[in-house]
Nanobody, 115 residues
Framework: QVQLVESGGGLVQPGGSLRLSCAVS????????MGWYRQAPGKQRELVAD???????GYAEFVKGRFTISRDNAKSTVVLQMNSLEPEDTAVYLC?????????WGQGTQVTVSS
């Protein structure tokens, strides 16, 4: 059974930081392209950042310089370090594992940026 479990969300003030983690089981993690997406109320889901099996990273323009994605293949985890958070970053953040033939998603973790 494939499981992706996100953690680390919460309430943070503008300018603050959060570290999201996604623990993956049930797939060969080190061949998956891992991604973080987010979905705010009334908006479409959007890609935040991704990282390939080889460690190549990609970021949405709106998070460049503020967020960092990394992976630990030994622990089957992917981490999103989020700094300089803004109210516009408020959303449910979801982890995705892409294996080419199929994508697997976690349930998401809520991030709220508010004073």
């Amino acid at each position: 059974q494939v499981q992706l479990v996100e953690s680390g969300g919460g309430l943070v003030q503008p300018g603050g930081s959060l570290r999201l983690s996604c623990a993956v089981s049930g797939i060969v993690f080190n061949i998956a392209t891992m991604g973080w997406y987010r979905q705010a109320p009334g908006k479409q889901r959007e890609l935040v950042a991704d990282i390939t099996r080889g460690g190549t990273t990609g970021y949405a323009e709106f998070v460049k310089g503020r967020f960092t994605i990394s992976r630990d293949n030994a622990k089957s985890t992917v981490v999103l370090q989020m700094n300089s958070l803004e109210p516009e970053d408020t959303a449910v953040y979801l982890c995705k594992a892409g294996l080419g033939y199929r994508d697997f998603w976690g349930q998401g973790t809520q991030v709220t940026v508010s004073s």
